[in-house]
């Protein structure tokens, strides 16, 4: 079997987003040879999406705030189930990647006084989200980009790798194809970081774009690392709904931080209903105090269209299903009632344009119809914090890909941050264990890139087989109803029962076609990642009898305490995985202290 070119280099970054570009600029300047490949074209990975910004404590808009602030919102945004030190090390090392990212170019909006502009997020309990109107993840991925091209780092676009090599215990490597020719390609190194996003593909209705698969948690778990936190999925609450071609396309919560409100089918403000014991402190009781907060914050609670995202998109579900929806089952976002439209203009530029152009709506003029929509994973790879490294040696995670540091629910903004923190640990710490390997340099068993290569082809030999866009449909259709935003054991059960059929249905998969540039053999690999992945969740939220967060359990509509301690990781068994329950690192005193202020 020709398995293709080979390339060798100290750390290659699996993923050009924020956190992989971020981790190969900081793996480049501790003198690692370094690469980075990815399944798009450069500039086109999900962070390119992010519209609200960056959260970091710098305190420009409000000076009390401060990385203890940041932290205490964050592991409560969470549940408390978050990785303590990963949300410790965010909170206090944000800042200065922004303003470092500030000082490699990125043009920021500015207050009056010229500092770095801040805005208001959900679960944020100061502004805090540095951004670039509502296209802040184009800045990044431009300035990151520029730095990274700068700097001469090889960059292999188009390119997909479809597993992780080893020698014996460690990476030893990466295999995959380019996607336009079909050829494959063999990476050897003793560093990979997983860079890859999310799983928003796995299900129907998604703010995610065709590339999220869950390539990196599939290749982690295949390649022996752990995942945590697997049953947390984000339902953003305000996707779109009309037309159906654009459904769950993502409407930033932005324009709710901006003035926008959620009204049901009888024009009820109807947040006001679903305020939790939680949150109760923190947020306005009566419509006057919420919409006096928008000039004096001081002096009020938030309202409660921003509390987390968990809280807000299940409302809106309840809301829907008690027949208070939208003629298109949505909720009414209504900002046009509340703002001049120059006001909207300006601060939500792009907002504007994806609805006239896509769903002829002037949302200067009417209410935007919204729902649900899956957003982001929380779960990921398992990570030490400080280092970014999986329990496999050689291999490292950040961004989307790793798991922990969000626990059971990402505060918006909070992702941003993450990819520039834990890219940079990651670059660096892969680039410090590449060099110590230079004594027992690894090798790449020619075995198992012949295995690896005979499996990416695999479809080609087999007749009559599957279609993969039926199983890709039907794998959606399963993860949206029985392991969406509501969750009950008999669905999850019956969901894993479907993912096992689907799995054995991807097993004689069929692709017409040779293997120049052609689609349908690139869902073939990337729908096994997807049942992957897919199995994981289920399996995590079947085992996880509490609701927290981004899981939400019908028949345990409550959260435990005892589960308040617990992670669930999953690892590989054969062609499965299994799961265990793990203990919760212990976070100290001082830092529990924190809770306990006001
Ligand atoms: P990505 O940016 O998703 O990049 C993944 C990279 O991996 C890509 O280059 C891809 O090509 C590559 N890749 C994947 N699989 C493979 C493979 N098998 N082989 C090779 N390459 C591969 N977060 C915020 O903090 N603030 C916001 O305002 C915000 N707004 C958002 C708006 C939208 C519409 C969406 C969808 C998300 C938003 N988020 C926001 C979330 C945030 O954008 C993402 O979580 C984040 O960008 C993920 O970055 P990443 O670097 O982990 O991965």
Known sequence: RNTGERHSYDVVVVGAGGAGLRAAIAAH?????????????????????????????????WPEDNWKVHFRDTMRGGKMLNNWRMAQLHAQEAPDRVLELEEWGALFDRTNDGLISQRDFGGHRYARLAHVGDRTGLEMIRTLQQRAVALGIDVFMECTITEILKDGDRVAGAFGYWRESGRLITFEAPSVVLATGGIGKSFKVTSNSWEYTGDGHALAVRAGASLINMEFVQFHPTGMVWPPSVRGILVTESVRGDGGVLKNSEGRRFMFDY???????????????????????????????????????????????????????GIYLDIASRRDPEYIMRRLPSMYHQFKELADVDITKEPMEIGPTCHYVMGGVEVDPDTAVSIVPGLYAAGEVAGGMHGSNRLGGNSLSDLLVFGRRAGLNAAYYAARTHDAPVTVDEDAVVAAADAALAPFSEEGGENPYSVQKDLQEVMHTLVG?????????????EIEKLAERSRHLTVEGNRQYNPGWHLAIDLQNMLWVSECIAKAALTRTESRGGHTRDDYPMTDQDWGTKNIVLRRHDDSVELAIQPLPQMPAELKALFEEK
């Open 485 to 497: 935003i509501i969750r009950t054991a008999e669905e999850l059960e019956q969901a894993l029962g």
């Open 29 to 61: 300047d501790a003198g690692a040879r370094t690469a980075i490949v990815c399944k798009s074209l450069l500039g086109k990975a999900h962070t390119v999406m992010a519209e609200g910004g960056i959260a970091a404590a710098m305190g420009n808009a």
């Open 275 to 329: 305020i939790p014991d939680f949150f109760k402190a923190e947020t306005a009781d009566s419509i006057e105090e919420a919409d006096r907060w928008y000039t004096d914050k001081k002096n009020n609670r938030r309202p409660p269209e921003l509390l987390p995202r968990d809280e807000v998109a299940r409302a809106i579900n309840s809301e829907v299903k008690a027949g208070r929806g939208t003629p298109h089952g």
